[in-house]
């Protein structure tokens, strides 16, 4: 039962505003008060109860609203595959709102990369910091077929963290409640993790192929090639707008780029880059809930 807004505590809140400052002296006027308030909530379809039990009743609801509501939250192979990625790769938890976020995202990811599946073409991460998308994928992949070992699937990343960000990529005060206002959500360098690291993170699947550089710049040296799947995590406007840019027309039919964080406040770059890049293509771009957003060639 939702109990939201339809508690109210005992008039305290009007002694407090001092009020009945005056009166709460006399019982009896004290008690005709309290059941004309009381009353007058019910009305509005509130009920008044003591400061004691709305407590425990606020209790209850945050633990309620904890409790796994969604089926990505009891999937036992997401979870289990999740938890082994987080412990393998090393990547810290994050609080239990940020890490609800970040599990659906990386369920939405998985369950595209299941559609796209059945498109030819080479696997991209372009963004993976300590391995952890990468290696859900190829986990996945693995499920599909035993003997994958990473081969069709490429990483590209500057393995020393975020480039720079630019005036795109500037938060506007109050735009993200997390954020007190700062300039940008992160400096260069950020989610840097050298290229060993993620290797050795991922060595279940040594036939992953590494891309060290700058994006968009490394993009030109890299083997001309086909794409079923792009995903692209790389938090600030320039990155993403150029690997938009060289991967879209590179996807075979039905292949699919994933954008990571398209509608998140704490990076407006990513919006921009995505809105421009597909305008530029003239392709429609699709947002998800979860911040995620999808260019589908078709
Ligand atoms: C948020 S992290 C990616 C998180 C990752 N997908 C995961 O599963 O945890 C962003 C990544 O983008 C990379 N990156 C950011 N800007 C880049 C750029 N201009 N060129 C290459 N890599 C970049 C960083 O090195 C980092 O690994």
Redesign the pocket.
């Known amino acids: 039962m939702r109990l939201d807004g339809a508690i109210l505590p005992w008039p305290d809140v009007l002694w407090r505003a001092g009020l009945l400052n005056r009166v709460h002296e006399y019982a009896p006027v004290k008690t005709a008060v309290k059941r004309l308030v009381q009353r007058a909530a019910r009305r509005f379809g509130y009920q008044m109860v003591p400061v004691g039990v709305w407590a425990k009743a606020s209790r209850a609801l945050a633990l309620a609203d904890a409790a796994p509501s969604l089926l990505f939250q009891v999937d036992p192979v997401f979870q289990s595959s999740y938890a082994r990625g987080l412990a393998i790769t090393g ?1 810290p938890e994050s609080g239990q709102v940020v890490c609800s976020k970040r599990q659906s995202r990386f369920y939405n990811l998985l369950s595209i990369h299941r559609w796209a599946g059945g498109v030819p073409g080479w696997q991209v ?10 290696y859900l994928l190829n986990q996945q992949a693995k499920r599909l077929k035993p003997s994958h070992d990473g081969a069709g699937f490429m990483i ?8 720079q960000p630019t005036s795109e990529d500037r938060v506007q005060r109050g735009s993200d409640p997390a954020l007190p206002g700062g300039e940008y959500a992160a400096r260069a360098g950020t ?3 050298p290229q060993d690291a993620v290797r050795k993170a991922l060595s279940e699947f040594p036939a992953i192929e590494y891309h060290q ?3 968009p710049e ?1 993009l030109s040296s890299l083997p001309e090639r086909t794409y079923s799947f792009v ?1 692209i ?4 406007h ?2 993403i707008r150029g690997a938009v840019d060289y991967f879209f027309p590179r996807l075979e039919k039905g292949g699919v780029i994933v954008l ?1 964080d398209y509608g998140s406040l704490t990076w407006p770059g990513a919006l921009k880059g995505g809105d421009d890049a597909a305008a530029a293509l003239g392709q429609p771009l699709t947002p998800l809930s979860t911040g995620q957003a999808l260019l589908v060639r078709r």
């Open positions: 990547t991460e372009c963004g993976c910091w300590k391995g952890l998308s990468s590209v990343d500057s393995f020393e963290g975020l480039s989610f840097h993790c550089g700058w994006i490394v995903h995590d790389l938090d600030l320039d990155p990571d």
